[in-house]
RNA sequence: AGAUCCGUAGCUCAGCCUGGUUAGAGCACUACACUGAUAAUGUAGGGGUCAGCAGUUCAAAUCUGCUCGGGUCUACCA
C-alpha cells in the first residue's frame, strides 16, 4: 500500500517542533546543511558573542531568529553557511556579579582574596548560563555551532589579540596618554561610565560656586573691546571677562576661556558688586537678565550707592563669540606652581567650541583642561596645556600658597574641614576678581563605593590612535550595506565623524592584559605580539637579569595570559634594564572587535613565515563578513569595534551587510526590565507557543530595526491566523489525497492545460516566489513574511482552496483532480520552501509530510533543498488581473445581496456588469464561470455603450494632467467636473476634447481623464475602482424553488454529519408533511440526490418517525438512515 | 544637553523614498452568511482633525522647518 499523507487532529507546533528537532538531533541536520554545501561560494556570517553569565532574555530571541533566517536562506540559496559561535567573557558585569556573589568589593581584592582566586571565580561564572543559552538556541531553531564556539578568555583568542596591538603597535597607532576620566580620590580609583550609571551616583548637591572676572589683555585684538570702554564716559578702563564656575577648586588650573563661535557676546559697563569698582565685563547676551535687572539699564553711574541694591549698567557693544578667539587675558589665580611655562602649552587664551551654550552661567566656560573632558578637548586643539594642581588624594599640591595641602572636597570626613571653595572664593571677591558668589544646587556625581564627589581627573592611558585614519573609516562606511539605511548614516555616521582615540585601559582584573612591557622610567618598552614571542623574551631576561626572575616560566608555554601570571613576568629592555607589564587590562569591545582574527586563532607556521595575515583557516575566506546583525545598542560598540579594527589592520570593512535590530518593549511600550517585572521569559513563550510562532510574530509585525511591542496576543494570532490556515490547508489536501491515493506518481500535468483557476494560483505562486526573493535579498524579512502571509491566506485558503473544495472530493480520479492535486501539492511544497527560514519547523515539518508521500526530493530536510526559484513563464499578470476581477465582482455582489437580505443559497438570475472597453470584458468573460457559482446567480450580462443604460463618470487623472498643466490644475478640474454625459461620450470618440482655461485653448486628451461608470438607472449596482456591478434580486417561483432545494440540501447535510455517516456513505432520504415545498422537493429531486449521496429520495404525504425541520421557515418532516448498500 | 528613530482606526502595522484628490490591512467589536477544511471560514458595518503648528506646491499622511510626546544611544558639562 502506498504512503498515506500525514493527518492530524489538530495543529500543536510545540509537539511538531519537538519531533523536528529530535529530528535534526539524529540526522545532524545542521552540520548536513553545511557540509553539503562543500565547494560552493561562501556566504561568511560572525556572530556576535553574547555573554553567558546572564540569562538570555526575549530581546535574544529576535535577533537570532533574525540571523538564523539569513542564514538560512543562503544555504538554500546554494550558499556554504559556516556559523561559529562564540563567548564574550571578559568585562564588568563578569566583575561585579562575582564581587556581589562573595560579598566583596575591589579593594579586597589582593586582600581578602588573591587576584588568582578572584579571577578563577571570574572563569567559573562566566559560562554559568551556557546550558540555558545552548538550550535556547536549540529550542528557537537558532542553527550555530556550538561544538566548537570561540571563547575570548581563550589563551589562543588572547594571544590572537595581542597579535593584533602589537600590528597596531608597530603602525605606531598605539601610544599612552592621559585622558580626563571620572575619578574617585576618596577611593583612589578611576571609575567607568557603567559604574557612575549605578542608581544614585548622581546626587543633587549644594556648592559654592563663582562667577570669576578674568582681566582681558589689551593688545591690537582686544582693541575693539577697550576702545568701546574709553568711549564711554567716567567708566573704568579695564576689561574683564565673566565666567562661571561650581567648582572654584579647579580655578587655579585654569587655561583657558572657551566661547561659542556664534553666540552673542555683549560689553557691559557696571560695578563690581563686592568692591564696587567700575568694570567693563563680556558675557552672553542671553544671559544678561541672570546679573542685571532691567530696570537699571543705563541707570545713573555717578549716583551708584554702594549700600544700595541698584547697579547701574548699559551695554557698550556687541558682538559673536567669533570675535574673542585668541584673546589673551590675565591669569587669575598665580602661583609658582601654574605657571604658563608649566602648563607646556600657550596658555590664557580665548577659545572656541560648541559645547558652549548659554543655559547656565555666563557663556564664558572656564577650561582646566584637567579637570573636564570638554576643557581637555578644547584644550588640546589650542594647546594651552595642562596644569594638575591636585593630586590623588584629592588636594592641592605644593605650590599654591594658602591652598596647598588643602582637600578640594571633604574627602576624610574631617570634622573641621573648611571649605577650600568658599577661601577661594572670598580671595577672588577681595582681589576685584568675583562678580557674584552664591551656593548653587545641582546634580553632581558620586563614588558609588564611597558617597564622595567624583572628580574628573587625567589619568594615564593606553589609546588606539583611531582619529588618524577617521577619514578611511567613513569613507568605507559608505560601502556598507547598512539596515536601516539611517543608522549607517545616521547615527555611526555621525559617531564616526566625531570620533576620539579610543581608550583601550581598564584597571581591572578579569580581562585580557595589555602585552606591554616598560621600564620604570618609561623610556623603553615592547609590546609583545605572541605566546612564542614571549618564551623567547622570558628566556632572554633570565639571561640578562639572572635565573630568578620569572622562575615560574622557565618552561615552555605560559599556562594562563590572564592576571595575575603575566604580571609577574619581567623582561629586559635593549638596554639591560628590567621592564614590568603596563598594568592595564583592555577594553572587552577589543576582545569582540577583534573576532573576526581571533575567533580563529594564530597559524604558528604562517606566523613564522611573517605573513600579514598569520591566522588559521578557514580565515581567508571568513574575511570580511558578508552579514552580520546584533541589537541597535551595539552600533557605537560591536558595530563600531569591529569597523574600527578592519580599518585598522587591514584597510578593510569589516562587514558587508549589517542589520540592527530595535529594541523589544513591553505591550505598552516600556522597557523590559527586571525591575519593572515585564521582562518575557523567552523559554515560557517558545513552550507555550512554538518557536515559529514566535520567530513569525517577531519578524512580520514589525520590522526588525521598529522596535517591537511584544505582546502575547500577537503571537496567538499568528498561530492561529498563518499555522492554523496553512495547517488546514494541508490537512485538507492530506484528507483527499489519502482518498484518492495521489502521491504525484503522475507526470506534471502541463500548466497551461491545467484549469484556468490552476494556472491563476501557480501564476500567483510564481509572482510570490519572486517577491520573497527579491526581499531577502535586500534584507526585508518582514516584507517577505508578510507577502508569504497573504498569499496562504488571501490566495490559497481563501480562494483557490474554498473555490475548487468540490474538485478535490467530487467524481473520479480525472484529469481535471490530478491537476488540483498536483496544483495544490506545488503551493504547498513551495510555501513551506519559501517560509523556511522563518519557521524552520513548521517549514520541515510540512516538507517531510509531503516529501516523503511523494519522495520528489532526493534530501529530506527543507533546508537541505534549494529555495525556489521564480518560473516566469507561469507568470501571467493578465490572469491574475483577472482573478482579481473575480474577487472584486463577487465581493460587490455579496455585498449587494447583503443589501436585500438574500442568502446566497438562493440562486438569483443576472447581474448586470457594464464594461467600458472591450479588454475588460473579456477579461470577465474568462472568469464568468466562477463568479457565478461563488454568488449563486444563473448568468452575467455585459452593458456596454450601445445600450445606453450607463451613466458614466468623470475624473480627471491628476497625476498626468498635474505634470502638464501645473498651476491649472483647479480650472481644470472645474471644467471637467462639469462634463455632461455628451462632453464624454465625445471625449471617448475623438480621444480629445478642447477646453478653454483662463481664456487659453488647452486640448484634453483622453489618457488624462478616469472615465468610470456609475449607475445604471433603476439597478442597485455597487462598485469597486472601475468594476461596477448590478444584481437582479427578483426572486422568480423557480428560482425560489432552486432555493428551497438548497435549503433542503444543507439541512440533509447537516443530519448526515450529525448521524456520523461517512463522508462516502449512501443514504435513504424520505419526507413528509412538505406542503408548499413539495413542488420544489419534486423538482430538483436528482439534483438532491446527488448532493447528499441519496440513492432514493421519496416524498411522501405523512411521516411518521420523522424528524421536524424547517426549510425557509417551512415545516418539513425529513427521515434519513444510512443505505443498505453502504451497510 | 546632543544625535537618531518613531508618532496613521481601541490595538498591531502598511502607505511616505518617487506628492495626485474616497488613507488601507489584520486583530478586537457588531450583524449576517457558510456548513463535505467545521474548535475552521466568509461577507458587511461602525471606527481616522495621518501627534500639533507653519512653509513649499495647482495638490501634502507623503517634501521642508519648528513644537510636543515616546524610545534608544552618547554625554552629564562650566
Known amino acids: 500500500m502506498a504512503a498515506k499523507y500525514r493527518e492530524f487532529q489538530q495543529l500543536n507546533l510545540p509537539s511538531i517542533e519537538a519531533e523536528i528537532l529530535e529530528k535534526w538531533n539524529r540526522e545532524q541536520a545542521f552540520e548536513k546543511s553545511v557540509s553539503l554545501r562543500e565547494g560552493a561560494a561562501p556566504f561568511v556570517f560572525y556572530e556576535g558573542p553574547p555573554s553567558a553569565n546572564g540569562m538570555p532574555g526575549i530581546h535574544h530571541v529576535i535577533s537570532r531568529a533574525l540571523k538564523d533566517l539569513v542564514c538560512r536562506y543562503k544555504t538554500m540559496q546554494g550558499f556554504q553557511v559556516k556559523r561559529k559561535g562564540g563567548w564574550d567573557t571578559h568585562g564588568l558585569p563578569i566583575e561585579l556579579g562575582v564581587e556581589k556573589e562573595l560579598g566583596i568589593t575591589k579593594e579586597d581584592i589582593g586582600k581578602k582574596i588573591t587576584v588568582e582566586e578572584y579571577n578563577q571565580k571570574c572563569r567559573e561564572a562566566v559560562l554559568r548560563f551556557k546550558d540555558k543559552w545552548d538550550n535556547l538556541t536549540q529550542k528557537m531553531g537558532y542553527w550555530v555551532d556550538l561544538n566548537d564556539p570561540y571563547i575570548t578568555f581563550d589563551n589562543s583568542y588572547i594571544e590572537t589579540l595581542w597579535w593584533c596591538l602589537q600590528r597596531l603597535y608597530k603602525k605606531g597607532l598605539l601610544y599612552k596618554s592621559v585622558s580626563i576620566q571620572p575619578y574617585s580620590p576618596a577611593a ?34 582686544s582693541a575693539f573691546l577697550y576702545n568701546a570702554a574709553e568711549k564711554a564716559e567716567g567708566a573704568g578702563a579695564e576689561v574683564y571677562f565673566m565666567a562661571w564656575t ?5 580655578l587655579p588650573s585654569n587655561l583657558g576661556l572657551t566661547v561659542g563661535a556664534n553666540i552673542d557676546y555683549v560689553l557691559v559697563r557696571t560695578f563690581n558688586p563686592y568692591t564696587h569698582l567700575p568694570v567693563n565685563v563680556v558675557l552672553a547676551k542671553a544671559l544678561l537678565h541672570k546679573y542685571f535687572k532691567p530696570e537699571h539699564e543705563n541707570g545713573d553711574f555717578a549716583a551708584y550707592d554702594p549700600a544700595g541694591k541698584a547697579l547701574p549698567w548699559s551695554i557698550l557693544a556687541e558682538f559673536k563669540g567669533k570675535a574673542l578667539e585668541h584673546l589673551r587675558y590675565e591669569q587669575l589665580l598665580p602661583y609658582p606652581a601654574n605657571t604658563a611655562e608649566k ?5 590664557f587664551r580665548l577659545l572656541i567650541d560648541n559645547f558652549v551654550t548659554t543655559e547656565d552661567g555666563t557663556g564664558i566656560v572656564h577650561t582646566a583642561p584637567a579637570f573636564g573632558a570638554d576643557d581637555y578637548k578644547v584644550g588640546k586643539k589650542y594647546g594651552i596645556g595642562i596644569l594638575t594642581l591636585v593630586d590623588r588624594e584629592g588636594k592641592f599640591v605644593d605650590g599654591l600658597g594658602e591652598f596647598s595641602g588643602r582637600y578640594v572636597k571633604n574627602y576624610k570626613d574631617q570634622p573641621d574641614y573648611v571649605d577650600v571653595n568658599v577661601d577661594i572664593s572670598v580671595k577672588l571677591k577681595k582681589e576685584n576678581r568675583a562678580f557674584k558668589v552664591e551656593k548653587y544646587e545641582h546634580s553632581y556625581p558620586h563614588c558609588w563605593r564611597t ?3 567624583v572628580l574628573y581627573y587625567p589619568l594615564d592611558a593606553w589609546f588606539i590612535k583611531t582619529t588618524a585614519i577617521k577619514d578611511r573609516m567613513v569613507e568605507l562606511n559608505k560601502t556598507i550595506n547598512w539596515k536601516p539605511k539611517a543608522t549607517g548614516e545616521g547615527r555611526f555616521g555621525n559617531w564616526l565623524e566625531n570620533m576620539v582615540d579610543w581608550n583601550l585601559s581598564r584597571s581591572r582584573f578579569w580581562g585580557t592584559p595589555l602585552p606591554i612591557w616598560r621600564t620604570e622610567d618609561g623610556s623603553e618598552e615592547k609590546c609583545i605580539g605572541s605566546i612564542a614571542e614571549l618564551n623567547a623574551e622570558i628566556r632572554k631576561a633570565n639571561e640578562v637579569l639572572g635565573g630568578d626572575i620569572n622562575h615560574h616560566y622557565l618552561h615552555d608555554g605560559i599556562l594562563d595570559l590572564h592576571k595575575p601570571y603575566v604580571d609577574e613576568v619581567v623582561l629586559v629592555s635593549e638596554s639591560g634594564k628590567p621592564m614590568r607589564r603596563e598594568p592595564d587590562l583592555i577594553d572587552v569591545w577589543f576582545d569582540s572587535g577583534a ?8 597559524d604558528q607556521e604562517k606566523l613564522e613565515r611573517g605573513e600579514d595575515r598569520p591566522f588559521k583557516a578557514p580565515f581567508g575566506q571568513n574575511f570580511p563578513a558578508d552579514f552580520i546583525a546584533e541589537g541597535v545598542d551595539q552600533t557605537r560598540g560591536w558595530f563600531y569595534t569591529l569597523h574600527a579594527l578592519g580599518a585598522l589592520l587591514y584597510d578593510n570593512v569589516a562587514y558587508k551587510t549589517v542589520v540592527s535590530n530595535g529594541l523589544v518593549l513591553d505591550r505598552n511600550g516600556n522597557k523590559m526590565s527586571k525591575r519593572l517585572g515585564n521582562v518575557v521569559d523567552p523559554f515560557s513563550t517558545i513552550e507555550k507557543f512554538g518557536a515559529d510562532a514566535t520567530r513569525w510574530y517577531l519578524i512580520t509585525n514589525a520590522s526588525p530595526w521598529d522596535s517591537l511591542k511584544f505582546d502575547l496576543e500577537g503571537i496567538k494570532e499568528v498561530q492561529r491566523k498563518f499555522f492554523g490556515t496553512l495547517y488546514n490547508t494541508y490537512q485538507f489536501f492530506a484528507l483527499y489525497a489519502n482518498v484518492d491515493g495521489f502521491a504525484f506518481r503522475e507526470a506534471p500535468i502541463p500548466v497551461q492545460e491545467r484549469p484556468e483557476i490552476d494556472q491563476w494560483i501557480l501564476s500567483s505562486l510564481q509572482s510570490l516566489v519572486k517577491e520573497v526573493t527579491a526581499a531577502f535579498d535586500d534584507y526585508e524579512p518582514t516584507t517577505a513574511g508578510r507577502l508569504i502571509d497573504e498569499f496562504v491566506d488571501e490566495q490559497l485558503s481563501n480562494w483557490y482552496v474554498r473555490l475548487c473544495r468540490r474538485r478535490f472530493w467530487k467524481g473520479e480520479y480525472s484529469t481535471d483532480k490530478i491537476s488540483a492535486y498536483q496544483t495544490l501539492y506545488t503551493c504547498l511544497e513551495t510555501i513551506a520552501r519559501l517560509a523556511a527560514p522563518v519557521t524552520p519547523f513548521f517549514s520541515d515539518w510540512l516538507f517531510g509530510n509531503l516529501n516523503s508521500v511523494t519522495g520528489k526530493h532526493a534530501l529530506e530536510s527543507v533546508h537541505h533543498v534549494l529555495y525556489p526559484k521564480a518560473d516566469e513563464s507561469l507568470i501571467d499578470k493578465g490572469l491574475e488581473e483577472r482573478m482579481q476581477l473575480a474577487q472584486d465582482a463577487s465581493s460587490l455582489v455579496l455585498s449587494l445581496r447583503k443589501k436585500v437580505n438574500i442568502k446566497v443559497r438562493q440562486p438569483l438570475q443576472r447581474i448586470l456588469i457594464p464594461v467600458l472597453d472591450p479588454a475588460m470584458k473579456t477579461q470577465i468573460d474568462k472568469v464568468e464561470d466562477l463568479i ?10 455585459y452593458l456596454t455603450d450601445a445600450d445606453g443604460f450607463i451613466k458614466k463618470k468623470i475624473r480627471p487623472n491628476f497625476q498626468a494632467l498635474g505634470k502638464r498643466v501645473g498651476s491649472k490644475m483647479k480650472a481644470v478640474s472645474a471644467a471637467i467636473g462639469n462634463f455632461n454625459q455628451a462632453d464624454i461620450s465625445q471625449l471617448e470618440k475623438e480621444g480629445s476634447y ?6 487659453e485653448p488647452l486640448i484634453l486628451q483622453i489618457h488624462e481623464v478616469e472615465i468610470t461608470s456609475e449607475d445604471i438607472p433603476g439597478w442597485m449596482v455597487s462598485s469597486k475602482g472601475a468594476l461596477t456591478v448590478a444584481l437582479d434580486v427578483t426572486v422568480s417561483p423557480e428560482l425560489e424553488q432552486e432555493g428551497n432545494a438548497r435549503e433542503l440540501v444543507n439541512r440533509i447535510q447537516k443530519i448526515r454529519k450529525d448521524n456520523g455517516y461517512e463522508l462516502t456513505d449512501r443514504i435513504l432520504v424520505r419526507l413528509g408533511q412538505a406542503g408548499p415545498l413539495e413542488a420544489s422537493f419534486r423538482q430538483f429531486a436528482p439534483y438532491i440526490k446527488a448532493e447528499v449521496l441519496a440513492d432514493e429520495l421519496e416524498v411522501v404525504d405523512s411521516l411518521q418517525d420523522g424528524m421536524a425541520i424547517e426549510v425557509n421557515d417551512q415545516p418539513v418532516t425529513v427521515w434519513v438512515d444510512r443505505s443498505p448498500q453502504s451497510q
Open 451 to 453: 558617597d564622595k564627589p
Open 932 to 941: 457565478l457559482s461563488e454568488v449563486n446567480v444563473k448568468e452575467i450580462q
Open 343 to 347: 602648563s607646556g602649552g600657550d596658555p
Open 595 to 602: 573576532m573576526p582574527y581571533a575567533q580563529w586563532g594564530l
Open 188 to 221: 583612589g580609583t578611576g571609575l567607568s561610565s557603567h559604574e557612575l550609571n549605578q542608581p544614585g551616583t548622581y546626587k543633587d548637591v549644594k556648592d559654592t560656586s563663582a562667577v570669576a572676572m578674568f582681566k582681558a589683555v589689551r593688545n591690537a585684538e
Open 246 to 250: 561650581t567648582t572654584p577648586w579647579t
Open 994 to 999: 478642447s477646453l478653454e482655461i483662463d481664456s
